[in-house]
């Protein structure tokens, strides 16, 4: 009877699941875009120096691209960890002295969750990395005032 009470608890909250799934997804969104953006922002005056001294636009690109990547990689893999420790302390809320429930995470869940993640980030760079030809090189360069 126990297994029944645990099982209809866990169906009820069903939607709750899908509307942190939402969320979580809309969130990577926005912070892989601003993320991509603060740095591209931050790095206009690195470019437009390189593009000075010679690097053309797909070298430029390219640079945006390797670090963009970087810094997904690296939040990636810390994520993981972070993502299954929240995992553990969301699970545990729902733990009772009669029903116990351990955190789980399937490869194919992980690996829709990677997915989504290197697609919003690979979009991000692509569409940070078109700025690259519109920085206004004398603006860029110029001192600040």
């Not at 437009?48 to 990689?73: D, K, Q, W, Y």
Request: aromatic residues 10%.
């Amino acid at each position: 009877m126990d297994i029944l009470n645990a099982q209809s608890l866990v169906d009820s909250l069903d939607s709750v699941f899908t509307l942190i799934k939402t969320f979580a997804i809309i969130l990577a969104v926005v912070v892989l875009y601003n993320l991509g953006a603060l740095s591209f922002t931050e790095r206009v005056r690195d470019y437009a120096t390189l593009r000075v001294l010679g690097f053309h636009h797909g070298e430029l690109r390219s640079l945006a691209s390797r670090e963009n990547i970087t810094t997904t990689l690296i939040g990636w893999l810390a994520g993981i960890p972070a993502g299954w420790w929240f995992l553990g302390q969301y699970v545990g809320l729902f733990s009772t002295d009669r029903a116990s429930y351990l955190p789980s995470i399937s490869t194919a869940s992980l690996a829709i969750a990677s997915a989504i993640t290197i697609v919003f980030a690979m979009t991000a760079t692509l569409l940070l990395t078109r700025r690259i030809k519109g920085i206004d090189m004398t603006s860029a360069l110029k001192g600040v005032e």
